[in-house]
């Protein structure tokens, strides 16, 4: 049973700060690629940021490069998303994914924490 469970969301001022944590269970986690992801109603969801298997390769989208960091800890199956800077426009709810490539596609997505930053 693959679970991926973010945490961490809430509500912040712009300026802030927040870690979300993804605690993943029932899959051999070092050997997947992962990622977060965020969606506005009405509009597709997004890629944030990406990282590789061992944890040095690593991809952002421009609008959160030098705000945000991602990370794992493959020991403790954990992916997190360190989220500084916050402003208005990076309200959204955030989902984690896992992915494979192998003779077919393995994808995994969380339940997705809700970020809300305003004044």
């Known amino acids: 049973q693959v679970q991926l469970v973010e945490s961490g969301g809430g509500s912040v001022q712009p300026g802030g700060s927040l870690r979300l944590s993804c605690a993943a269970s029932?899959?051999?986690?070092?050997?997947?690629?992962m990622s977060w992801h965020r969606q506005v109603p009405g509009k597709e969801r997004a890629l944030v940021a990406a990282i590789s298997r061992g944890g040095t390769g690593i991809n952002y989208t421009d609008s959160v490069k030098g705000r945000f960091t991602i990370s794992r800890d493959n020991a403790k199956n954990t992916l997190y998303l360190q989220m500084n800077s916050l402003k208005p426009e990076d309200t959204a709810v955030y989902y984690c994914?896992?992915?494979?490539?192998?003779?077919?596609?393995?994808?995994?997505w969380g339940q997705g924490t809700q970020v809300t930053v305003s004044s």
């Open positions: 029932g899959f051999t986690f070092s050997s997947y690629a």
């Open positions: 994914n896992a992915r494979r490539f192998g003779v077919h596609l393995e994808d995994y």
